[in-house]
Nanobody, 119 residues
Framework: QVQLVESGGGLVQAGGSLRLSCAAS????????MGWYRQAPGKQRESVAV???????NYADSVKGRFTISSDNATNTVYLQMNNLKPEDTAVYFC?????????????WGQGTQVTVSS
C-alpha cells in the first residue's frame, strides 16, 4: 500500500511557474515508477512525467523542456517543477505510484491538485 498526498497547485499567469509535491507514505526507492498525470475537464487523464526507481525519466511531448520531475529519497517526495506554464496546462494533477509484485502491477493515486493557468 502507498498513500500519496499532493500539494503545490494554484492559479498562475501564463509564463509563470509552479512546483508540485507528492509525499509518499513509504520509501520511494521501493516503488517501481512514480509519476504525474493530469486531467482537464472533458478530457482523459494523461501521463505528464514519470520517473523509475532506476532513475529513468519520461515526459509527454507537450511538456518537454518546460517540466522537470525529480525525487528526494530522504523525504519520500516526488516533485514536478513546471515552468513557462501555458493555459493548456490547466488541469487537475495527480500523483501516481506503480509497484510490481511478480506479474501484478498496482497503481496508487493521490487526491489531485488543481493547476489553473490564466492567459
Amino acid at each position: 500500500q502507498v498513500q500519496l498526498v499532493e500539494s503545490g497547485g494554484g492559479l498562475v499567469q501564463a509564463g509563470g511557474s509552479l512546483r508540485l509535491s507528492c509525499a509518499a507514505s513509504r520509501n520511494i526507492f521501493t516503488i517501481n515508477v512514480m509519476g504525474w498525470y493530469r486531467q482537464a475537464p472533458g478530457k482523459q487523464r494523461e501521463s505528464v512525467a514519470v520517473t523509475t526507481s532506476g532513475g529513468n525519466t519520461n515526459y509527454a511531448d507537450s511538456v518537454k523542456g518546460r517540466f522537470t520531475i525529480s525525487s528526494d529519497n530522504a523525504t519520500n517526495t516526488v516533485y514536478l517543477q513546471m515552468n513557462n506554464l501555458k493555459p493548456e496546462d490547466t488541469a487537475v494533477y495527480f500523483c501516481n505510484a506503480e509497484t510490481v509484485v511478480g506479474t501484478w502491477r498496482y497503481h496508487y493515486w493521490g487526491q489531485g491538485t488543481q493547476v489553473t493557468v490564466s492567459s
